[in-house]
């Protein structure tokens, strides 16, 4: 079956405690794409990928890392999260970029205590 | 970033009702695209507009791109429960790979 996949669903951290976000997709995308969501702001983006070892900054990229060593995984890395980075986040992936139809994980809540 | 204006914020409506909702940029966009996220889901494309004056439709719903690119519209006819959610506007702009969301339109309808 062709999907997204995030891990974990559901964190609660404390601040500071370094913490990795997981997304995967098995459709040989080469766009991925992290967004937050947060109530009454929509969702931003966070970081996105053309293709491998490709990586650029979204609207809201401060406080987040990423890495695209493999075409299939896109980690979202808070090396150090705060509390206004409690919120609810998705991974994304297209086939070639955003024009394309984006598949959406299942989101992950993150709650930084 | 870039800035999208969605409008209504929410929308009650009652079933059978057609429904209208748009976005609006002072920004131009080469790509519209209108996602509705369900409950506990992740968003779900609808349809994508790719040229200036592009009406298309998926079954219920139609969705234009405006002639001046800075907006688009989705109209819902005859809603029915299963159309409640949150519908999203989503745009890119010639400049940049990176997309941008408006915050939504929360829909409900009642019986």
């Known amino acids: 079956e062709a999907q997204v996949t995030q891990n974990p669903r559901y964190l609660i951290t404390v601040t500071g405690k370094k913490l990795t976000v997981t997304c995967s997709q098995n459709m040989n995308h080469e766009y991925m794409s992290w967004y937050r969501q947060d109530p009454g702001l929509g969702l931003r983006q966070i970081y996105y990928s053309m293709n491998v070892e490709v990586t650029d900054k979204g609207d809201v990229p401060e406080g987040y890392k990423v890495s695209r060593k493999e075409k299939r995984n896109f980690p979202l890395i808070l090396e150090s999260p705060s509390p206004n980075q409690t919120s609810l986040y998705f991974c994304?992936?297209?086939?070639?970029?955003?024009?394309?139809?984006?598949?959406f994980g299942p989101g992950t809540r993150l709650t930084v205590l | 970033g870039q800035q999208l204006n969605q409008s209504p914020q929410s929308m009650f409506i009652q079933e059978g009702e057609d429904v209208s909702m748009n976005c609006t940029s002072s920004?131009?966009?080469?790509?519209w695209l209108w996602y509705k996220q369900d409950p506990g889901e992740g968003p779900v494309l609808l349809i994508a507009?790719?040229?200036?004056?592009e009406l298309t439709s998926n079954g219920r719903l139609t969705a234009q791109f405006g002639i001046t690119r800075k907006d688009s519209f989705l109209n819902i006819s005859a809603s029915i429960p299963s159309d409640v959610g949150i519908y999203f506007c989503a745009g890119q702009t010639i400049l940049a790979d990176g997309l941008t969301f408006g915050k939504g339109t929360h829909l409900i309808i009642q019986p």
């Open positions: 920004s131009i966009f080469n790509t």
């Open positions: 507009l790719y040229k200036a004056g």
């Open positions: 994304a992936s297209s086939l070639t970029g955003v024009s394309d139809e984006q598949f």
